[in-house]
């Protein structure tokens, strides 16, 4: 610099107050640009390596889809407590032990039967559900009531899946199976609600050959990974106890989740229970 000018190569600026500042500050701008260009092609060079952050995807967001499973949902497509061991599904029966007096279990039953891949129920707009889908496990039983009942035969069935999207749409089966009986003449009954899904129809069938009208009342219960169904019919009449058969499917329900639970089923029907 001289005393009056300052010369920057072939560049010469009066060496004033103001020329000084403005000489300044462009030489602030020229660094920052320096380092910012640096900056920008190291990171071309190196890449981004943080962990977490890529594109498109927030730093709190993970990057992948291996992050841990939420835990299950009763009513999302988790599996949950499964029932595969034959012995356990046909504690969800109830036995001589959980049954009020008189009533026994019938001949052969329970034994363990093969839900048929074939079997769909259709519902009245044509969607079809298969009751089969995805099963494990096919019990039934029959029982036999005694003379003190409102109805003379008790046919069971419980169905085990292998998830609980599975024993839903086994239930959505088996439900319209029910209510779309082709014979007709079905109602479908306002009963209290058991589990997560279920649902009550009644029917009456004229006795064309003996002039007899009989009966028939059932249930169509979904817990879990459990389906169950329960018929009652009165061969002598055609009036069947909804109340009873309410409080039957009750009682089954109950010892569904208690083996769901782990735990071994105490619900009794027409007893105390704990």
Same mark, same amino acid.
């Given at each position: 610099m001289r005393r009056s000018q300052i010369s920057l190569g072939p560049l010469t600026i009066n060496n004033t107050r103001s020329a000084r500042v403005s000489l300044t500050a462009a030489a602030a701008l020229l660094l920052a640009l320096l380092a910012l260009a640096a900056y920008g092609g190291a990171q071309v060079i190196a890449g981004d390596d943080s962990p977490?952050?890529?594109? $498109? @995807?927030?730093?709190?967001?993970?990057?992948t889809a291996s992050s841990a499973p939420s835990a299950p949902s009763p009513s999302g497509g988790a599996s949950g407590?499964?029932?595969?061991?034959?012995a356990?599904?046909?504690?969800?029966?109830? $036995?001589? $032990?959980?049954?009020?007096?008189?009533?026994?279990?019938?001949?052969?039953?329970?034994?363990? &039967? @093969?839900?048929?891949?074939?079997?769909?129920?259709?519902?009245? &707009?044509? @969607?079809?559900?298969?009751?089969?889908?995805?099963s494990l496990l096919d019990l039934t039983?029959?029982?036999a009531p005694g003379a003190a009942a409102?109805? &003379?035969?008790?046919?069971?069935?419980?169905?085990?899946?292998?998830?609980?999207d599975a024993?839903?749409?086994?239930?959505?089966?088996?439900?319209?199976?029910?209510a779309n009986n082709p014979s007709g003449g079905v109602t479908e009954e306002r009963l209290p609600s058991y589990c997560e899904n279920s649902a009550f129809f009644s029917a009456v069938y004229p006795g064309i050959l003996d002039g007899v009208d009989r009966g028939e009342a059932r249930?169509?219960?979904h817990c879990g990974t459990?389906?169950?169904?329960?018929?009652?019919?009165?061969?002598?009449?055609?009036?069947?106890?909804? &109340? @009873?058969?309410?409080?039957?499917?009750?009682?089954?329900?109950?010892r569904a989740q208690q083996t769901l639970n782990g735990e071994t089923p105490t619900a009794a029907f027409g007893r105390s229970s704990t």
């Open positions: 977490g952050v890529s594109s $498109g @995807t927030s730093p709190r967001s993970p990057r407590p499964v029932v595969r061991d034959a356990s599904a046909e504690k969800i029966l109830p $036995g001589p $032990g959980s049954l009020p007096d008189g009533w026994a279990f019938a001949s052969g039953s329970p034994q363990k &039967d @093969t839900c048929r891949n074939g079997r769909v129920g259709t519902e009245k &707009d044509g @969607t079809l559900h298969y009751i089969c889908k995805g039983a029959w029982y409102g109805f &003379d035969k008790v046919h069971m069935e419980v169905v085990t899946y292998s998830s609980h024993a839903a749409q086994g239930y959505l089966g088996q439900r319209a199976e029910e249930s169509v219960v459990v389906m169950f169904s329960i018929y009652v019919m009165n061969e002598h009449g055609s009036s069947v106890d909804l &109340d @009873t058969l309410s409080a039957l499917s009750h009682t089954v329900a109950t």
